[in-house]
């Protein structure tokens, strides 16, 4: 009988936001679920453990986002490989790393239960130091990575579309988000009985996929600072957490198109782009519309309640960030999706197209994109065939769902709520959101 909390670690590293945001509601949903018998450690693994300069990877992430096609060269590389760990910038990687690694998992690994990796480039040199650590000194008879008993579990966090480094073998379990990634996991020889098939762990304001009706969705317009209304009008234009893409260039020409249509409001999300919400606020509207009707776009920077924007929305457009798009989905929100990272988001853009749930029209022209917007807005069928379709796509259990599954199965942590047994999982939280 363990006495103490369970000691959980979970790695990621600020490359993009999404990494962290898995990283927060795997956290969440392990409070939720098992209280204090859980003690959970949120760690930035590439920062704190890896030597210079691996150590910048996030500051190196957000150069490269401005230089797409060395970051699809970069991300290309190695594809063609059987395993990451067979791959030249692998070795180079854990050579450079290695002894860093080792000096930290040393002291962490005693006093560990659960590694949670949430980053494609962490669980592979984890699990090569607690094998190494596992041998010992070469005086100790030989020992496995399992004698150390400390399980160590991925949870993809790309939705489409998935690295070669997502994948390891030797890790004890495998969260993937869709079927996508679930078949690239089997190619790339990771055990069937490994893998889980769960959805994108998201925060707790997306555990519930229950529609509002029409009053609450009104309601909640209102007290956004929107038009209640009628018809679906609301457009909601997001860039992921860096406010990336040609966010201004786009706000605009939507903003003119529902000017020249004479309804519509727009809701920019710049997240922590300053330089596009004051250029937006500042943005002189002209005409600003015709009689009563004024155009009154919503500008807003980093805002932690995109899902009731999200509710209050019509219809997204973004870049096609796994993140935005598991959360639009679960919203019912048709996404118009208009950039993506090259290799690591494209696959996303089918994961919307093929099931019906969006389109793909590139900000390259910001005025096709608005063009697309106004034949939405006019056919409030499509919309809501769009929205039934992204409700088909949604896992709002997700975090909650590996978290159990990952406790249940390596820590021996049942959960004692009725209704997880009895397999009603997600109703109680779905009720209290409500
Ligand atoms: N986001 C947010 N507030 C903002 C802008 C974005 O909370 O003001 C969230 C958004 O809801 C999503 C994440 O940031 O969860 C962006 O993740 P995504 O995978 O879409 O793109 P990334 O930023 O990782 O490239």
Redesign the pocket.
């Known amino acids: 009988v363990h006495q103490r909390p369970r000691q959980i670690h979970i790695y990621f590293s600020d490359t993009?936001?999404?990494h962290r945001?898995s990283a927060l509601s795997l956290e969440a949903a392990l409070k939720k679920l098992y209280g204090n018998q859980v003690s959970v450690t949120l760690v930035d693994f590439i920062r704190h453990a890896m030597p210079w300069p691996l150590s910048q990877a996030p500051e190196t992430y957000q150069t490269l986002g401005h230089f797409p096609s060395v970051y699809k060269r970069a991300w290309d590389y190695d594809q063609d490989s059987e395993t990451w760990c067979d791959t030249t910038s692998y070795k180079m990687m854990w050579s450079y790393c290695r002894e860093s690694v080792l000096n930290y998992l040393e002291q962490a690994a005693l006093e560990l239960d659960l590694i949670i990796s949430v980053h494609p480039l962490i669980h592979h040199v984890v699990i090569e130091a607690l094998e190494e650590l596992a041998r010992g000194s070469g005086s100790q008879p030989p020992a496995s990575r399992q004698d150390l008993c400390l399980p160590v579990v991925t949870v993809v966090t790309d939705l489409g579309s998935a690295h070669l480094s997502w994948f390891d073998p030797r890790a004890d379990m495998l969260f993937v988000p869709s079927q996508e990634i679930y078949q690239a996991a089997i190619k790339r020889g990771v055990p069937r009985r490994k893998i889980h098939l769960c959805g994108l762990p998201?925060?707790e304001g997306f555990w519930c996929a229950d529609p509002v009706s029409p009053d609450q969705k009104r309601q909640l317009q209102a007290q956004l600072g929107l038009r209640p209304t009628e018809r679906p009008e609301v457009v909601l234009l997001?860039g992921?957490?860096?406010?990336?893409g040609r966010l201004l260039d786009v706000a605009c020409a939507i903003g003119d198109t529902l000017i020249g249509l004479g309804y519509g409001q727009l809701v920019v999300?710049?997240?922590?782009n300053e330089e596009v919400r004051k250029a937006l606020v500042e943005r002189r509207w002209t005409p600003r519309g015709f009689g009563e009707w004024l155009f009154e776009p919503l500008i807003?920077?980093?805002?932690?309640n995109?899902d009731q924007y999200m509710t209050a929305a019509d219809c997204l457009v973004?870049?096609a960030?796994?993140?935005?798009?598991a959360?639009s989905m679960i919203k019912g929100l048709p996404c118009l999706l208009t950039a993506f990272?090259p290799g690591q988001e494209e696959g996303n853009i089918s994961y919307v197209t093929d099931n019906g749930a969006g389109a793909y029209v590139s900000d390259q022209d910001p005025h096709l994109v608005a063009a697309k917007i106004e034949e939405w807005l006019k056919d409030p069928p499509t919309l809501e065939r769009m929205s039934e379709n992204a409700r088909r796509l949604a896992q709002p259990d997700a975090a909650l769902e590996i978290s159990r599954r990952m406790c249940d199965s390596l820590l021996d942590l049942g959960v004692e709520l009725e209704e997880v047994r009895s397999g009603s999982f997600g109703t109680t939280w779905r009720n209290q959101l409500l």
């Open positions: 993009g936001g999404g945001a998201l925060r997001m992921g957490g860096e406010g990336f999300v710049c997240g922590r807003l920077g980093f805002v932690t995109v973004t870049k960030g796994p993140g935005s798009i959360e990272v």
